[in-house]
């Protein structure tokens, strides 16, 4: 399990380096920490519909 956060907090690291390179070299001049904080809210919102598709799920099933 640790393996598998250290490899997680790896990959996510890596991420954000990338995308602020990225959008840098396209002019965006961002920081590291504004694209930590837009991954976190996309990360936030998956979860969100996760919920919502869940709760519709289990509405179709008690209904059907």
Do not use: C, P
């Amino acid at each position: 399990m640790d393996d598998m956060g250290q490899v997680f907090r790896e990959v996510s690291s890596r991420l954000v380096r990338n995308v602020t390179e990225i959008a840098n070299t396209l002019g965006a001049e961002v920081s590291e920490r504004q694209v930590e904080i837009v991954i976190e809210a996309m990360n936030v919102e998956a979860v969100y519909r996760e919920e919502v598709a869940e709760k519709k799920r289990k509405k179709a099933t008690k209904t059907a």
